[in-house]
Antibody, heavy 124, light 107 residues
Framework: QVQLVESGGGLVKPGGSLRLSCAAS????????MYWIRQAPGKGLEWISY????????YYTASLRGRFTISRDNAKNSLYLQMSSLRVEDTAVYYC?????????????????WGQGTLVSVSS | DIQMTQSPSSLSASVGDRVTITCRAS??????LGWYQQTPGKAPKRLIY???SLQSGVPSRFSGSGSGTEFTLTISSLQPEDFAIYYC?????????FGQGTKVEIK
């Protein structure tokens, strides 16, 4: 069964660091781009980063560049998000999701599977 | 960045009502749009992909239409389990962007 399971969230002080993980199962991990999406409490969804199936390229929303690093270990079917210099406004539930590019229609099959989310709270 | 504007931001409806939610893109996105449903404490779930294709396992009362800049999600007969927040997502160009959400509440 296709599944994504996030872990690693928790309470961290401003300026601190945290590493999120997303374990994938039930599908060929390398066939998919993987994404991190976050949702601040009571707010909408914000796509923040992606990584290709091979690990290159990666992309970040402009507000995060330099503070967060996305990576993957295809041997472990795992996706990661290393977060540093955390701010109060980074408090959110962080989801991982997958997407694949369908060349025959030149379009993406986007976010058909999501993890359950992991909560990151940044507070002093 | 492409802006996605959903309307309304919230609505109240009764079981059995027909409900329509609109998403407008700030520029043309072909049919590169999906609709997602989120219930409290849960991850979003995809309902519609490619603007009008029903995700496997999703009830047929959900339908999507549109292309270019204007898109619609319709629930033909609202059921109790449909009370949730609905989001559109454009995946035509990066950064992919979500609409701000439409909360469907019980009247």
């Amino acid at each position: 069964q296709v599944q994504l399971v996030e872990s690693g969230g928790g309470l961290v002080k401003p300026g601190g660091s945290l590493r999120l993980s997303c374990a994938a199962s039930g599908f060929t991990f390398t066939d998919f781009y993987m994404y991190w999406i976050r949702q601040a409490p009571g707010k909408g969804l914000e796509w923040i980063s992606y990584i290709s199936g091979s690990g290159i390229p990666t992309y970040y929303t402009a507000s995060l560049r330099g503070r967060f690093t996305i990576s993957r270990d295809n041997a472990k079917n795992s996706l990661y998000l290393q977060m540093s210099s955390l701010r109060v406004e980074d408090t959110a539930v962080y989801y991982c999701a997958r997407a694949s590019f369908k060349g025959y229609i030149s379009s993406w099959d986007a976010f058909d599977v999501w993890g359950q989310g992991t909560l990151v709270s940044v507070s002093s | 960045d492409i802006q996605m504007t959903q309307s309304p931001s919230s609505l109240s409806a009764s079981v059995g009502d027909r409900v329509t939610i609109t998403c407008r893109a700030s520029q043309g996105i072909r049919n590169d749009l999906g609709w997602y449903q989120q219930t409290p404490g849960k991850a979003p779930k995809r309902l519609i992909y490619a603007a009008s294709s029903l995700q496997s396992g999703v009830p047929s009362r959900f339908s999507g239409s549109g292309s270019g800049t204007e898109f619609t999600l319709t629930i033909s007969s609202l059921q109790p389990e449909d009370f949730a927040i609905y989001y559109c997502l454009q995946h035509n160009s990066y950064p992919w962007t979500f609409g701000q959400g439409t909360k469907v509440e019980i009247k």
